[in-house]
């Protein structure tokens, strides 16, 4: 099929018959490539809702015609009568996307439409420019008859050769052996991958480090089929050279799940890029697999491999768990599985031991307070912290490492601890350490943590001693300590 469409001097794409408005709607994208200002003139919403219905039709959903605009030179898009080129479609889509919120769906397509400019007309049956890992990102929504055929049906627009990947076609393969192959393909260096028969998810362990988080996304319409993010790397990253060979703003392809801010992106030990996940209750799920990060010109990224050598780096080392979803090949909505659902719901067949469990929650927990203590050095911290705590589950606490970090902020410090302490409740830490970093800081800490721990609020002497060496607030702290403890407060002459 690949060869047809490669040689083909046009490719006419078929939306279907003339109705719902379907033939107008395609008028309407055209007129609108050519005068953003057309829908002004016109009943937006009557036009708006016919644009919208085009694009929900069964052509844009499926994933074998993939293909037909995948490697083509040339292409129309055509409903009913009305036929318009694959660039004016592209162009009158960008208009559209800032009065329409456009189907998830479309923004990859519209990548492989655009991209027909860019192919060679002499070179016949190239092969494609992204890895399967990439493509899946891309597309692994897309509805299949065969669930083989979400994987199956992106090997002509790979990059890849097919038997080099072992992930030539045999449809005599169990599913979830196809799956499994896939995945140790794209996630290479990954301890183990389990699945299971007619289950469209995969749970990977593996090692790797926190690179940092998803700090902005911008996805504009003027940059159809792309998304642009800011990172915000950790420490770690900047051991591995992460900021000076990827850089803190990236653009990648439109994927599937939309990137957020507070993703956390993430290298596998032994990989060759990084990934971005996102906090799922009480694991991890893989929003973007494959970043694709490529230099320009003649620059050559350095290899990132040798650094992950450094004794430094395999210090920060840490566990992960993560659930890779290729969604099922009908038509079901699969985006609950992004929700906040914990690890049993998601994947039903998994099974583990009581002690696997507390260490696949410690690895998680780990991992979140890293991004947690990260986000908390920044100045716009809130809205990222607060995201983060929507996604952790009830099965997951913080440490008092957190805790101080937040009591140390000598600008948001109490707003951040009142955050923390509505959050998780009676799991919320508290210790000697903890108050004496507070007593050193200032009086709106200790009295937020006066009136919610009354009497039981652990006092001693070295917290008083870290009140007294307090040049800017220490009277002011232990007077707020004498009148919460009266006489039990512990006063020496140290």
């Known amino acids: 099929m690949r060869a047809i469409y490669a040689h083909a001097d046009r490719v006419i794409v078929w939306l279907g018959e003339a109705i719902e408005d379907g033939d107008k709607a395609l008028k309407t994208i055209h007129r609108l490539a050519e005068d953003q200002t057309y829908l002004q003139a016109q009943s937006a919403k009557t036009s708006n809702n016919a644009c919208l219905k085009l694009l929900q039709r069964e052509w844009f959903q499926r994933i074998w015609v993939l293909q037909e605009v995948g490697v083509a030179r040339c292409i129309s898009m055509m409903c009913g009568s009305v036929q318009i080129n694959g660039h004016v479609f592209c162009e009158g889509l960008g208009t559209l996307g800032y009065s329409l919120n456009l189907p998830r769906t479309i923004h990859p397509v519209v990548h492989l439409i655009k991209g027909a400019l860019f192919r060679s007309s002499y070179e016949i049956d190239p092969r494609g420019t992204h890895t399967i890992g990439e493509l899946l990102d891309m597309y692994h929504n897309h509805h299949a008859t065969v669930m083989h055929d979400k994987v199956y049906a992106l090997l002509g627009l790979s990059v890849e050769d097919p038997d080099s990947i072992d992930?030539?076609?045999?449809?005599?393969?169990?599913?979830?052996?196809?799956?499994?192959?896939?995945?140790?393909?794209?996630?290479?260096?990954?301890?183990?991958?389990?699945?299971?028969?007619?289950?469209?998810?995969?749970?990977?362990?593996?090692?790797?480090?926190?690179?940092?988080?998803?700090?902005?996304?911008?996805?504009?319409?003027?940059?159809?089929?792309?998304?642009?993010?800011?990172?915000?790397?950790?420490?770690?990253?900047?051991?591995?050279?992460?900021?000076?060979?990827?850089?803190?703003?990236?653009?990648?392809?439109?994927?599937?799940?939309?990137?957020?801010?507070?993703?956390?992106?993430?290298?596998?030990?032994?990989?060759?890029?990084?990934?971005?996940?996102?906090?799922?209750?009480?694991?991890?799920?893989?929003?973007?697999?494959?970043?694709?990060?490529?230099?320009?010109?003649?620059?050559?990224?350095?290899?990132?491999?040798?650094?992950?050598?450094?004794?430094?780096?395999?210090?920060?080392?840490?566990?992960?768990?993560?659930?890779?979803?290729?969604?099922?090949?009908?038509?079901?909505?699969?985006?609950?599985?992004?929700?906040?659902?914990?690890?049993?719901?998601?994947?039903?067949?998994?099974?583990?031991?009581?002690?696997?469990?507390?260490?696949?929650?410690?690895?998680?927990?780990?991992?979140?307070?890293?991004?947690?203590?990260?986000?908390?050095?920044?100045?716009?911290?809130?809205?990222?912290?607060?995201?983060?705590?929507?996604?952790?589950?009830?099965?997951?606490?913080?440490?008092?490492?957190v805790v101080k970090v937040a009591a140390a902020n000598q600008k948001n410090g109490s707003k951040i601890i009142?955050?923390?302490?509505?959050?998780?409740?009676?799991?919320?830490?508290?210790?000697?350490?903890?108050?004496?970093?507070?007593?050193?800081?200032?009086?709106?800490?200790?009295?937020?943590?006066?009136?919610?721990?009354?009497?039981?609020?652990?006092?001693?002497?070295?917290?008083?001693k870290a009140a007294a060496a307090n040049n800017w607030y220490g009277s002011r702290i232990i007077q707020q300590l004498r009148e919460h403890f009266g006489e039990s407060l512990p006063i020496s002459e140290n």
Request: proline share 6%.
């Open 167 to 401: 992930l030539k076609p045999n449809y005599r393969l169990p599913w979830n052996d196809v799956l499994k192959n896939t995945a140790i393909h794209v996630f290479p260096g990954v301890c183990s991958v389990e699945t299971w028969p007619e289950v469209p998810v995969a749970v990977i362990k593996g090692r790797g480090w926190i690179l940092g988080y998803v700090d902005s996304v911008e996805e504009s319409p003027s940059n159809y089929g792309y998304q642009r993010i800011n990172v915000n790397y950790s420490n770690t990253a900047r051991l591995l050279g992460g900021k000076d060979i990827w850089g803190t703003r990236w653009t990648l392809q439109a994927s599937a799940e939309s990137i957020r801010e507070g993703n956390i992106v993430y290298l596998l030990q032994g990989a060759p890029s990084p990934l971005i996940i996102e906090l799922c209750n009480d694991h991890f799920t893989v929003i973007v697999s494959t970043v694709p990060l490529r230099p320009g010109g003649n620059i050559k990224f350095p290899d990132i491999m040798p650094v992950q050598q450094n004794f430094l780096i395999q210090d920060s080392i840490s566990d992960i768990y993560m659930t890779w979803k290729i969604s099922s090949a009908d038509k079901e909505n699969n985006c609950g599985l992004r929700y906040q659902r914990e690890l049993i719901s998601v994947v039903p067949h998994y099974q583990e031991k009581a002690s696997e469990k507390a260490k696949r929650l410690h690895s998680v927990s780990l991992i979140v307070e890293a991004t947690i203590i990260q986000i908390l050095e920044e100045e716009d911290w809130e809205d990222q912290l607060r995201y983060v705590l929507q996604q952790c589950g009830e099965s997951l606490s913080i440490s008092e490492n």
């Open 418 to 464: 009142q955050q923390l302490r509505e959050h998780f409740g009676d799991s919320f830490p508290i210790s000697e350490n903890v108050v004496k970093v507070a007593a050193a800081n200032n009086p709106e800490i200790i009295q937020q943590l006066c009136e919610h721990f009354g009497k039981s609020l652990p006092i001693s002497e070295n917290v008083v």
